[in-house]
């Protein structure tokens, strides 16, 4: 079992900047790590994803704005957000994939206009 745990999430002005981190509860080296959201009425996306060995990869709308990334010797993933749009208000969710898939509780992002 892990155990995930996000933090960082709150109110924040577009163009503003948060970061949000998942701690786990053990080590995360063999996991892909991956940080969702879901806005309300909607269906969770994925917005970006890390693998073991570092690559990245994001959904369209946030390139250029979000960054993903791990420190395994904190069992730490973050997602580093810039420029906030309205629109990437949403809970947000740490994913550990590998055999088993877990998921963290979320933290809520509200941007305001």
């Known amino acids: 079992q892990v155990q995930l745990v996000e933090s960082g999430g709150g109110l924040v002005q577009a163009g503003g900047s948060l970061r949000v981190s998942c701690v786990a509860s053990?080590?995360?080296?063999?996991?892909?790590m991956a940080w969702y959201r879901q806005a309300p009425g909607k269906q969770r996306e994925l917005v970006a994803r890390?693998?073991?060995?570092?690559?990245?990869n994001y959904t369209e709308s946030v390139k250029g704005r979000f960054t993903i990334s791990r420190e395994n010797a904190k069992n730490t993933v973050y997602l580093q957000m810039n420029n906030l749009k309205p629109e990437d208000t949403a809970t947000y969710y740490c994913?550990?994939?590998?055999?088993?898939?877990?998921w963290g509780k979320g933290t809520l992002v509200t941007v305001s206009s």
């Open positions: 994913n550990a994939m590998g055999a088993v898939e877990y």
């Open positions: 890390i693998t073991r060995d570092g690559s990245t």
């Open positions: 053990r080590s995360i080296f063999f996991y892909r």
